[in-house]
């Protein structure tokens, strides 16, 4: 979930290699391997949300107890994780939400990345008001009624004008472009992170306090509390061509997994598991919740839906995908 800023293509490599931790192999199970590579080493970019990190832990624990892989997570930020592809820093970006710029770029021009398939999961961006006022205001979810309501989110930081809560500044935001072509009498705030963008739409709710503000599914947190969406003008093919002029919702993203070249051409078996990788939201957003509102740890969470879903896990290892 990254902005559309374009400018980090320059490769950050002390910021990568920073930031790896690895996960050493287990012991090999009895999966068919014949014609694959062994799995050796597999770099796996860890972006800074949630759904994400427990994608990477379950195909991370996965790759090391049923293949003996030595996993390597890479806590960086979503662009300039796809700027490891060339040098093999990074194998794999496990949920890319769209970025045209990113592949045409990675995959198109430089031909060091490409495409390993869905991961089964819709992503959804929007913006968003907690259940209460939908409730007490039922008008509000129309985009063409927030100018009636702007002074309801005025903060000291919006500078007079209704606060637009976004989160991270990485995550993909058409925000600033909306608020300004719609005409709308606001200003985008960012709260700095995901964690920050839940407890600022929790608190909301439970005190009755206005608010909105970007956010996204899969999310966990959406079972908590039923965010409301609101209705801003419908999605149509280009309307969002040019990020400066952007005027429409955002479009449904058909979420997927990036590979480098290298590690593809491998075609090892931590390679084969990443392409057969496919889960559903319920999944995601359990092993989400188990990391944030159960406090375990990404790996005891991982294990814990690993434990549980062994037909599903089944289905990933070489044996079973597209091997």
């Not at 287990?26 to 799995?39: F, M, P, R």
């Not at 045209?100 to 991961?119: Q, R, S």
């Not at 839940?198 to 899969?218: D, L």
Request: net charge negative.
């Amino acid at each position: 979930m990254t902005g559309r800023r374009i400018a980090v293509v320059v490769a950050v490599v002390g910021v990568i290699l920073a930031m790896v931790i690895p996960a050493f192999g287990g012991n090999i199970e009895d999966v068919e391997t014949k014609g694959l590579s062994a799995c050796g080493d597999v770099n796996i970019a860890v972006n800074n949300w949630v759904g994400y990190e427990a994608d990477a832990f379950v195909v991370g624990q996965v790759a090391k107890e049923k293949l003996g892989c030595i996993v390597n997570y890479i806590y960086v930020d979503e662009q300039i994780s796809w700027q490891g592809f060339a040098s093999g820093q990074v194998d794999a970006v496990l949920e890319n939400w769209g970025h045209p710029e990113l592949v045409d770029l990675y995959v198109k021009k430089l031909g060091v990345a490409e495409d390993a398939g869905t991961i089964g999961i819709d992503g959804v961006i929007g913006w968003y008001v907690p259940p209460w006022m939908k409730k007490k205001y039922p008008d509000i979810t129309d985009w063409k009624n927030l100018n009636k309501y702007a002074s309801l989110f005025k903060t000291s930081e919006s500078g007079g004008k209704g606060q637009l809560l976004d989160g991270d500044p990485g995550f993909v935001t058409n925000d600033e472009a909306l608020v300004k072509n719609l005409k709308l009498d606001y200003k985008v705030v960012f709260a700095g992170s995901e964690a920050a963008l839940i407890q600022a739409f929790r608190t909301g709710e439970a005190q009755h306090k206005p608010v909105i503000g970007y956010f996204y599914s899969p999310q966990w947190f959406l079972a908590e509390v039923p965010l409301v969406k609101v209705n801003l003008p419908k999605y149509t093919e280009g309307c969002d061509a040019d990020p400066a002029k952007v005027d429409c919702d955002y479009p449904i993203y058909k979420l997927d997994k990036i590979v480098g070249k290298q590690f593809a051409n491998a075609d090892s078996t931590g390679y084969q598991l990443i392409k057969n990788f496919k889960w559903t939201t319920d999944d995601q957003n359990l092993v989400a919740k188990y990391i944030t509102a159960d406090g375990m740890t990404p790996e005891d969470a991982a294990q814990k839906w690993i434990d549980a879903n062994a037909t599903k896990v089944e289905a990933w290892l070489p044996r079973a995908g597209g091997r």
